[in-house]
């Protein structure tokens, strides 16, 4: 079984609805997932921007979410997810709105893309203090089993 990642409110390569955004009520998107491999002893989801600022000329990659130490049972987040809602053990890195939690998209031009990065893990990961999305992955660094992704799109109106 191979792992993938969805959302019942956008599809691959489609539109991430308002109410997800900082143009509405900026709470995560409902995610769900499958296909985790048997031996993955957690789970970590990266959430990113790489067409920042402009998608004509991309200088960074924003990050918007960092999640770490998701049960591997675990089948994905809820709407609005926070660190009460998320499952148990799970921990959250620091975006790059410089706190822990989701930071919905809000691009200040063009139709930008969202990078809802999966991994499996054969390891739980000692608690990184609020790690940004750099330090996460170096954690990872020779740990990954398998690793799934769900773009989504944004334009600011």
């Known amino acids: 079984m191979t792992l993938t990642i ?3 409110a956008f599809q691959q390569n489609g539109e ?9 009520a900026d709470v995560s ?3 769900a997932w499958s296909g985790v491999p048997a031996n993955a002893k957690s789970l970590a989801l990266i959430v990113d ?3 920042a600022p402009d998608p004509a000329a991309p200088k960074m990659t924003w990050v918007h979410w960092v999640l ?3 049960p591997p049972t675990a089948t994905g987040p809820p709407e609005g997810a926070a660190a009460g809602s998320l ?5 959250e890195g620091t975006n790059d709105f410089r706190r822990a939690a989701y930071g919905g998209p809000c691009p200040p031009v063009g139709h930008h ?3 809802h990065k999966l991994y499996a893990l054969d390891t739980v990961l000692p608690d990184l203090k609020g790690p940004s999305k750099a330090a996460l992955e170096r954690a990872m660094q020779g740990h990954v089993l398998a690793h799934a992704e769900l773009i989504g ?3 600011k109106r």
């Open 153 to 155: 799109t944004y334009h």
């Open 68 to 70: 770490y130490n998701i």
């Open 29 to 31: 998107p409902p995610l």
């Open 87 to 91: 499952p148990g053990g799970t921990l």
């Open 6 to 8: 969805t959302s019942q």
């Open 49 to 51: 921007d790489p067409d």
């Open 113 to 115: 893309r969202y990078f």
């Open 16 to 24: 991430i609805p308002p109410q997800h955004t900082c143009q509405g």
